[in-house]
Nanobody, 114 residues
Framework: QVLLVESGGGLVQAGGSLRLSCAAS????????MGWYRQAPGKQRELVAV???????TYSDSVKGRFTISRDNAKNTVNLQMNSLKPEDTAVYYC????????WGQGTQVTVSS
């Protein structure tokens, strides 16, 4: 079992920035990937960004050039720096960690006002 603690959501005006953080508890199995997903009201959960242990990064086309994902393998943390936020970025953001299984955080609300 991997426990995830997320922080950093909130309300921001369009064009502003927020930084999300997710800390994962220690686990007997190595973490292979850490990432962020989001779910807006009435929509399916979608990938925002993911980073593997080998630092391979994938971004959703909608956030490329605006969001930056990073991880600290020693601390088992993953961060998402979100710049130039848009109202369409409004969603609940979830951290996900992959070992042999996927583990999800509780979600943190990000609201971008126009």
């Amino acid at each position: 079992q991997v426990l995830l603690v997320e922080s950093g959501g909130g309300l921001v005006q369009a064009g502003g920035s927020l930084r999300l953080s997710c800390a994962a508890s220690r686990n007997r199995f190595s973490i292979s990937a850490m990432g962020w997903y989001r779910q807006a009201p009435g929509k399916q959960r979608e990938l925002v960004a993911v980073i593997t242990t080998g630092d391979t990064i994938t971004y959703s086309d909608s956030v490329k050039g605006r969001f930056t994902i990073s991880r600290d393998n020693a601390k088992n943390t993953v961060n998402l720096q979100m710049n130039s936020l848009k109202p369409e970025d409004t969603a609940v953001y979830y951290c996900r960690v992959t070992t042999l299984y996927h583990y999800w955080g509780q979600g943190t609300q990000v609201t971008v006002s126009s």
